[in-house]
């Protein structure tokens, strides 16, 4: 046997490995999806290296996923699980599974530690899913044999083995030779206390529950079964009834037909001895765990919540659920039919705020007739305001070695990218229409990116811009379209403040908003900077100007009225409310609390408010002089 080499991990990887076994115990069940997805990424990359270097085909004939339990004699319990991917040369088992290849270790850290979502995707989100292993697993053992490419022409098969508790592992020739042809297989050696997962129906509910839809590859599962069969060497020798074991009587068939029961008696006896002997065998069978169709296959009536959440986690991989999607078939138009899933994360990237147009990692993950092709479309693949948006698209009518050029080439990613938006602003528009709790939940994250977008994407600037909501002087949110049914007769501006890095509350005490809502105006209440923007890119919203309070240029509207019809409003009204106001007069003359009490045609929403003389404070400043009294 070739000597065995022993490495030490690489410091972070046993810091790692520690936090991993000790913070995720409760949710170790997550292994399993780990490991399913990584023979998944690995049949992936070996389809698509096979469209330019087809060899890498050989050394095994299926594209699948296998899973075997087996338990020695000593109750020992171990999980097989093997594809037939790209496999692993010796250095890359060396710095794949013994170095950390992703640079968030530190993110990884601090979000361990503040994990409130309690669902164990940490790991698969930062990329530890292979150290998931040891969470079951006191001995893991890696089997690998890389496919046959011009680098690597004579394939060999290798091992990496490491145990829970070491802070080393080794990498040897595989002792049993080449058995794999292609691929990878790992051996778990189950921890005395995970003895449960060595079962089949444990792994067959972990399947269901997170991975029979995150692969398009068929993961089988080795299963064992008794069955009765005929016992040829007993056949001659028929054996008095009383002797017949029980597990023979519970195998004949009941007599449960007119047929049967009028049987003749002897008839039947003379039956059971010519019948021959039965002995129980052991049947092997290797059953399809995932033979669902994948969930973007399926009628949207037909998939819950729960399955939409889980399959985005795991493809995705993000450790919190979406806050909304959106299931359709389309047709792009130039004749390729799709089905797609379009998801709304439920936050957006670090990174996007300090780039916000360019910064986020695209997820359209493209695939033809279930099988992936790329996720990554380009830029031209969806407006810059989008591009967080997540989506699973599976074309129909494209062939299946397409290649990124020849798409790009084709109408249909453009028309995709159409589609997509629209879908994605039908699906928001629809939420707020519908959705109030949501529609806030979606604001908190995605309010600005709405401002950004109606400043960017021309073509859909109307859509977005209905999407943005501001706070005003009268409510705590109001859509463009709401206030302008809010307006006041003869209004023919829309009223802003904006003042940068101040809250709403804030600015509703301006003196400049004083006036206007004393006399029933909303005014919008801008506080963030992409509001200035986003207002004065828009500049009007429906034929109406937007006019800043605070400047020159301010019209109410409602001195539209000649100086004689106002006159002759007032006096309507100052007959028709006589005893009223009357009686309130004497009431706050007496104590002291206002001078006069007069019919106003200034107030909309109000039922009254108090206002100063024109030479008087306003009540602004008597609050002011009040509380430096105080
Ligand atoms: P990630 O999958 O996020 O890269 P993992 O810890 O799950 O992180 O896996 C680490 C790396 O090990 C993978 O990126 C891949 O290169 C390699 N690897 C793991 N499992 C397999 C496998 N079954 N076949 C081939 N390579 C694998
Ligand atoms: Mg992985």
């Known amino acids: ?50 469209l330019t270097e087809p060899q890498v085909l050989s050394g095994a004939e299926n594209m699948n996923i296998t899973i075997k339990v087996e338990k020695d004699e000593q109750g020992n319990g171990r ?49 530890l ?7 079951v697993a006191d001995r893991v053992e890696v089997a690998s044999v890389a496919a046959k490419s011009s680098n690597n022409p004579n394939p060999a098969q290798y091992v990496f083995s490491s145990g829970a508790d070491e802070n080393s592992f080794e990498i040897f020739p595989d002792p049993r030779g080449n058995t794999l042809g292609r691929g990878t297989e790992i051996t778990l050696h189950l921890k005395p206390d995970a003895l449960e997962y060595g079962d089949t129906n444990t792994i067959i509910d972990l399947v269901n529950k997170h991975s029979s839809f995150s692969t398009s590859f068929p993961i089988y599962l080795y299963t064992t079964r008794m069955e009765m069969v005929p016992d040829e060497e007993a056949q001659t020798e028929a054996k008095p009834a009383e002797e017949k074991s029980e597990v023979e009587e519970a195998e004949k068939p009941a007599a449960d037909d007119d047929e049967a029961v009028v049987e003749d008696a002897e008839e039947k006896s003379a039956e059971e001895k010519r019948e021959p002997r039965l002995k129980p ?20 009536k037909a998939v819950t ?22 299931h359709f078939a389309g047709d792009s138009g130039s004749g390729v039919s799709f089905r797609a899933i379009i998801y709304v994360p439920s936050r957006l990237d670090d990174k996007y705020w300090q780039n916000p147009l360019e910064s ?7 695939m033809v007739k279930r099988v992936f092709i790329t996720s990554d479309l380009g830029e031209e693949a969806l407006p810059k305001w989008a591009n967080w948006v997540k989506v699973v698209v599976d074309a129909e009518d494209l062939p299946l070695n397409v290649s990124r050029e020849t798409l790009q080439s084709t109408q249909f990613l453009k028309q995709l990218k159409g589609i997509i938006t629209k879908r994605l602003l039908q699906l928001l528009s629809r939420i707020r229409d519908e959705d109030p709790e949501k529609w806030d939940k979606v604001q908190e994250v995605y309010g600005n990116v709405f401002k950004l977008g109606a400043v960017e994407d021309f073509k859909n600037r109307e859509k977005l811009a209905s999407l943005v909501r501001f706070a005003t002087n009268q409510r705590n949110s109001t859509t463009l379209d709401e206030y302008l049914e809010n307006k006041k007769k003869g209004q023919s501006q829309i009223f802003y403040l904006a003042d940068m890095g101040k809250s709403p509350s804030e600015l509703a005490k301006s003196v400049f908003i004083e006036k206007l809502h004393a006399r029933g105006y909303e005014v919008l209440l801008l506080g963030d900077p992409l509001d200035e923007v986003f207002i004065t890119n828009i500049r009007r919203w429906k034929k109406i100007p937007f006019q800043d309070v605070a400047k020159a240029g301010l019209k109410f509207g409602d001195e ?71």
């Not at 919540?305 to 959106?326: G, I, L, R, V």
Request: charged share 25%; glycine share 4%.
């Open 281 to 300: 065998i052991t049947v092997e069978e290797w059953i399809q765990l995932n033979s669902q169709p994948p969930i973007w296959m399926r009628d949207p």
């Open 1 to 50: 046997n070739a000597p065995k080499q022993r490495h030490a991990y690489q410091s972070d990887v046993a810091r790692l490995r520690k936090i991993v076994i000790n913070s995720l115990y409760s949710h170790r069940d997550v292994f399993l999806r780990e490991l399913i997805s990584n023979a998944n990424d690995a049949l992936e990359k070996l389809r698509l290296t096979s």
């Open 560 to 630: 539209d009225l000649s100086p004689e019809e106002e006159k002759e409003e007032q006096a309507l009204l100052t007959e028709k409310y006589k005893p009223l106001i009357e009686w309130l007069r004497k009431e706050v003359r007496v104590k002291g609390a206002a001078r006069d009490v007069v019919i106003s045609n200034r107030l909309v929403t109000s039922s009254c408010a108090i206002v100063a003389d024109e030479s008087g404070y306003t009540a602004n400043l008597e609050k002011l002089i009040s509380s430096s009294h105080a």
């Open 79 to 127: 999980i097989i699980i093997r594809d037939t991917g790209i496999g692993m040369t010796p250095e890359e088992l060396s710095t794949n599974l013994g170095t950390l290849a992703k640079s968030g270790t530190s993110e990884f850290l601090s979000r361990a530690e503040s994990d409130t979502t309690g669902n164990g995707n940490l790991i698969g989100a930062f990329g």
């Open 305 to 326: 919540d729960e399955e939409y959440e889980t399959f985005y986690q795991a493809t995705f991989k993000d450790y919190e659920k979406p806050h909304a999607w959106y």
């Open 129 to 135: 899913g292979f150290y998931s292993s040891f969470l």
């Open 360 to 366: 986020v990692t695209k997820d359209i993950r493209l």
